[in-house]
């Protein structure tokens, strides 16, 4: 699979033009198979592309991602375009007049917009089933869910398709997929990358961000998105495991894991996550359905039907009930800030098991049989209450389902999380493989 910072290079040297990475990616998105990509944007770009060759044609630098193809979650605006969240509700809405500000900064690094991407409705589940839309399917096991909210997303770029994409996270939607497709994607601090022109979900917790197949384009991507730049540090890294609640619901394989990554770390209890993931509902179903309950009252037939449903439900939910939920948060994060202070880097699963199949989309919580599109997030969605950083990460396991761990942080620590996972990703203990079998192009 051909890096990011690999494509880059090899445009701003002249060994490779922009506009025939493009056309190399475009034929191949055409053929997808995966149901990831919901509009390819052809004319757009192969302009993009051919202003990055003209540049480069003329001297100047076009930036550090000159001529990188991407495609970005269906909730972005994209100029001239309608901003559909997925939603046939909103298919024929009034075209975004600017692209979302993220967007905006990959422009100016060079980077050429290709796509959007499939999702779950108004981003509102784990797995990527779309009424509208069609179940993207993971491109290790066709038959198994890609995870979501921004499946369409991290199944492109574990096909080999696109070297990154942008998602979303609320409560999990980038680490759930990036876990079930095995590729890298990173839920930031709450609020550390550009929110506008994203259509919103709940924003007490959303977030935006990349999916790549290497550190070091997380680290190229993120420098893009951040506007910011640092140098790398050797400081020795203090680790410890998440224990209580993200030691129940695991693969052994990813408890092997983390004790081999860090076998003398202590173990970190976390109190009271049932309560903060039940506040977590709370909020968020409180401001989804708030958001959206005008169009609710006008169109509610137009909704997914397992969307309407919860939202109908967060808009019947008390005020003094999301008030309660939110204080408990305040209260919540600063204790857990003290607990966790003395550490540099939290290790945790990051989804309960491998992808499940779609034909029955369920998976084992707590002995019992739950619907994914709900509980793929039990290990996230404490971590987003939280608005940490986490980045996950695939354990390195070719031949076999991918499955993830979070490495997770204290806020503004992403380059510390970086900077471990390069670690990790040196010694052969993360890593992305690529599918067998499945459609690829110049890009793989």
Not at 153 to 161: E, R
Not at 242 to 270: H, K, S, T, W, Y
Not at 367 to 388: K, W
Request: glycine share 10%; aromatic share 6%.
């Amino acid at each position: 699979m051909r890096q990011a910072i690999d494509i880059a290079a090899d445009v701003r040297a002249g060994r490779l033009t922009a506009s025939a990475v493009v056309e190399a990616c475009l034929g191949a998105l055409g053929r997808e198979g995966f149901v990831a990509v919901t509009r390819i944007l052809a004319d757009r770009a192969r302009a993009e592309a051919a202003a990055v060759d003209a540049q480069i044609a003329a001297g100047r630098d076009p930036g550090p991602l000159a001529g990188v193809p991407y495609g970005v979650k269906d909730l972005f605006d994209v100029a001239r375009l309608p901003t559909t969240a997925g939603s046939t509700l909103y298919a024929d809405a009034a075209p975004a007049r600017d692209d979302a500000e993220a967007i905006r900064r990959l422009r100016e690094a060079g980077a050429v917009l290709v796509a959007t991407l499939n999702m779950d409705e108004f981003a509102y589940g784990f797995a990527t089933i779309n009424a509208a839309y069609g179940t993207t399917r993971n491109p290790h096991d066709p038959a198994r869910l890609a995870g979501g909210s921004s499946g369409g997303s991290a199944a492109v770029v574990a096909a080999g398709l696109l070297p990154f994409a942008l998602g979303s996270d609320t409560n999990g939607s980038i680490r759930v997929p990036a876990s079930l497709t095995g590729v890298y994607g990173i839920k930031a601090t709450h609020d550390a990358l550009p929110m506008a022109g994203v259509f919103p979900f709940a924003e007490s917790f959303d977030d935006i961000g990349p999916f790549t197949v290497s550190v070091a384009d997380m680290r190229l991507v993120w420098d893009v998105l951040s506007g910011t730049t640092a140098e790398p540090t050797d400081e020795p890294l203090r680790i410890a495991l998440l224990g209580g609640r993200f030691r129940e619901n695991v693969d052994p394989d990813q408890l092997a894991a983390m004790a081999a990554i860090a076998p003398d770390a202590p173990v970190v209890e976390l109190p009271d996550i049932a309560r903060a993931r039940s506040a977590a509902f709370v909020i968020t179903a409180y401001e989804g359905g708030r958001l959206h309950r005008a169009a609710l009252a006008e169109h509610a037939m137009a909704f997914d039907p397992q969307v309407r449903d919860r939202l109908i439900a967060g808009a019947l939910l008390p005020k003094a009930l999301y008030d309660e939920a939110q204080a408990f948060r305040a209260a919540f994060k600063q204790r857990i800030a003290d607990l966790i202070a003395p550490y540099d880097v939290l290790l945790a699963p990051a989804t309960p098991c491998v992808a499940p199949p779609i034909a029955d989309p369920r998976i084992l919580i707590d002995g019992a049989l739950s619907p994914a599109r709900a509980d793929l997030g039990i290990h996230s969605q404490p971590i987003s209450f939280l608005g940490l950083p986490s980045l996950a990460v695939p354990l390195l396991r070719p031949g076999r389902l991918p499955l993830g761990l979070q490495v997770i942080g204290r806020a503004g620590s992403e380059r510390t999380l970086f900077r471990f996972a390069a670690r990790l990703e040196a010694q052969g203990v993360v890593g992305v493989s690529a599918p067998t079998g499945v459609l690829q192009g110049e890009l793989a």
